[in-house]
Each structure stands twice: as structure tokens, then as C-alpha cells.
């Protein structure tokens, strides 16, 4: 099950959040600080964000997640964050 919501959480205005991939020269070496998860609104809506995310330099990340309805990715350093199908 994929929690979206705390009751009373209010949705940020998706024009105010920016998130950058990028590379850097030392490659990771601790546990993630965070794990992020990208909510979408569709399933047709998913596939456009896990695309520009690739061409980016997110790279798939297995993390033990088994057969689910949204795509694991790692940006370049490898923390691994989701990109969630509405279920």
C-alpha cells in the first residue's frame, strides 16, 4: 500500500518544487539521509518524470522492492528514491 496523505497535509504547488540530480566527483559511502518518493497522478504520468530522470543520469536501483507499482531509481552519487503510481 503506498500512504499519499496524512489527513489535513496540504500538496505543495508542484511549480514551487525542484529536486536536482546531478554528479558529483566522490561516489556515496553512508546509508541515505532520506528517501525520497515522487507521487504522480496517473500511470501515463508516471512514465514522463522516470524518462527525464534517466536522461538525467538516475540510473534503476533494485532495493529489495520485489514486483510493485512504482519505478526505484538512484541519482548519480546512488541514493535510491521512488517515483509512485497512484494505486
Not at 489527513?7 to 514551487?16: Q, R
Not at 518518493?37 to 501515463?44: E, I, N
Request: hydrophobic residues 45%; proline residues 10%.
Amino acid at each position: 500500500m503506498i500512504a499519499v496523505e496524512p489527513v489535513g497535509f496540504d500538496w505543495l504547488d508542484p511549480a514551487t518544487v525542484c529536486v536536482d540530480v546531478v554528479a558529483v566527483p566522490e561516489l556515496k559511502t553512508t546509508r541515505n539521509p532520506l528517501h525520497l518518493d515522487l507521487a504522480t497522478t496517473s500511470v501515463a504520468d508516471q512514465a514522463e518524470p522516470v524518462a527525464r530522470l534517466r536522461s538525467c543520469g538516475a540510473t534503476p536501483a533494485a532495493v529489495g522492492q520485489g514486483d510493485v507499482p512504482w519505478t526505484c531509481l538512484a541519482d548519480p552519487e546512488g541514493h535510491a528514491f521512488c517515483v509512485l503510481a497512484p494505486s
